[in-house]
């Protein structure tokens, strides 16, 4: 089979794609054919070294969280799933993989896939949609009736979250690019503001909840819009972001971890219409590290990029 993977830590010209041998599903394990996978910037910040603090193995380490396929089989114990069956999951830290034609994941982190989601929206959902269910839910204990502020809300996180906001009964101010203004109005934030203008101070104090997905609003920007008792929630892992929710209760971090709860949770939403993310750009294995490249160069895309299985 082949995946890409690296054999160090560093850019873009790490990436290779290999030729790699898959073992037998172990205890509780199943093996699948992955039909999509997306991309996420946690899979190019694990490959820089970035979160090397909370990751182990030995190299070469493959890339990619995001998958859905098929069971090819199961391990001893396994009896949620059986061969033929169409799952979605996220790959723990550790691991990855699934930037390939095949990955063994554990059963508990993978879910059934809905006949009414395709591969590509299916594989869309895990890391964006658990991440902005911990952020405002876990996290931000978000309340129908409340105010959000959504600080990028056209990428794959900001959408997640102003569809579950929405879903949950709250309303939702979003934060994008001159350029993605129509976007984040049509998928119901009201109002949406332009990043390159000021903050209107009218807003100041009106948020329950700051969720800043793409890293760019300041402490002191976060700190104004809130309310009393309201919570500034970041997703972008820097030493001085972790050391502030240390320090601060009313700043929160969160990052995605795989598992089945939440992750059905966000499966029943976008089953029933209520969370579909779009999809920005596909590319198949053979010229998805030229893809991965362009999105790590920060050259984004409107909703997610998906990378399509032979």
């Not at 794959?156 to 009964?169: D, F």
């Not at 203008?197 to 100041?204: G, T």
Request: aromatic letters at 6%.
């Amino acid at each position: 089979m082949k995946r890409i993977q690296y054999h160090r830590y560093g850019g873009p010209e790490t990436m290779r794609l290999d030729i790699y041998e898959l073992p037998a599903p172990g205890e509780d394990e199943i093996t699948v054919r992955v039909k999509a996978a997306s991309i996420n910037p946690v899979d190019w910040k694990l490959r820089q070294g970035a979160m090397k603090f909370m990751v182990r193995g030995r190299f070469p380490r493959a890339m990619g969280s995001d998958f859905s396929g098929v069971v090819e089989s199961v391990g001893a114990g396994v009896t949620r799933f059986r061969a033929g069956d169409d799952v979605l999951g996220t790959t723990p830290l550790n691991t990855a993989g699934a930037f390939g034609e095949k990955l063994i994941i554990k059963a508990k982190l993978a879910v059934k896939k809905p006949d009414s989601l395709s591969y590509e929206n299916a594989a869309s959902l895990p890391i964006v949609g658990v991440t902005a269910w911990l952020a405002l839910v876990s996290k931000g204990h978000l309340r129908t009736g409340q105010r959000v502020f959504v600080n990028g809300a056209t990428g794959g996180v900001g959408q997640a979250a102003v569809y579950i906001a929405k879903a949950l009964g709250a309303s939702v101010t979003g934060r994008v690019g001159p350029d993605a203004l129509a976007d984040a109005r049509a998928i119901g934030a009201d109002p949406a503001l332009d990043y390159t203008k000021d903050i209107p101070h009218e807003l100041n104090e009106s948020f329950d909840i700051v969720f800043d997905c793409n890293g760019s609003l300041t402490p002191s920007q976060g700190d104004a819009l809130i309310k009393r008792g309201g919570v500034v929630i970041d997703i972008n892992p820097t030493f001085s972001k972790f050391l502030r929710s240390l320090l601060f209760r009313h700043r929160k971090f969160v990052i995605a971890s795989p598992g089945a709860e939440i992750l059905q949770k966000i499966v029943d939403l976008a089953a029933s219409g209520k969370l579909p993310i779009s999809i920005g750009r596909t590319a198949t294995l053979d010229r998805a590290i030229a893809l991965i490249s362009d999105l790590e160069a920060g050259r984004r895309t409107k909703g997610k990029a998906v990378i399509l299985m032979p």
